[in-house]
């Protein structure tokens, strides 16, 4: 019934926040848990706990949060695309299939201080297949939401992480086999 839930330290609730997000209102009238389905993605916190990133995988949508102890506020939200999906619910069960037409978001996310790391697919599932699932572009945003730079890795990767420092990404890479590789980011 909500994207994002608050709870205190014993679990219990202290205020719920949002909706996943939707393009009309016929998609508005279908079931938070139905958008769920098609708006899964990463979520990630800062190392201060206090700012928090949203990166939807199947379309790229992309949101920035402000944490307080007893708030969540939407600082930018960057909505590239809506994913296109069948939503089918029964008494017994629910659904949302994906269209393979779908210009895939974020496959990764990691977040430092100061910047939130995206990695990009941009791909469809049609065109691509598994391919759309790894990548070799990283877009870097501040804590706005705002572009601060792109890397274009000379190999595709699946998953990321970055330093504290903001100095080294680390990446795995399927060639064939997976493999940790990683980037000098600052030249000296």
Known sequence: ???????????????????YPYKDEYEKSLSNRLRAMAYQG???????MDKLVFAVSYSPIISF??????SLKLLASIISAYPEYKPEET??????????NNKMGY????????YVYALYSGKTIKDA?????????VL???????????????????????SPD???LYAISNKPDPELIYFNLKSN
């Open 91 to 100: 008494s017994n069960s629910m659904s949302a299939a994906m269209s393979r």
């Open 166 to 168: 903001d100095a080294v």
């Open 42 to 48: 990463k979520v990630l916190t800062n190392p201060s």
């Open 140 to 162: 870097v945003f501040d804590w706005s939401g705002n572009p601060v730079t792109k890397y274009a890795l000379d190999i595709f990767v699946t998953e990321i992480c970055i």
């Open 107 to 114: 496959i990764d996310v990691y977040t430092t201080e100061q």
């Open 65 to 70: 949060y402000q944490i307080t102890p007893r």
């Open 1 to 19: 019934d909500c994207l994002f839930r608050m709870l205190d330290p014993k679990g219990h609730r202290i205020n719920d926040f949002f909706e």
């Open 129 to 137: 297949t598994s391919g759309a699932f790894e990548s070799n572009q």
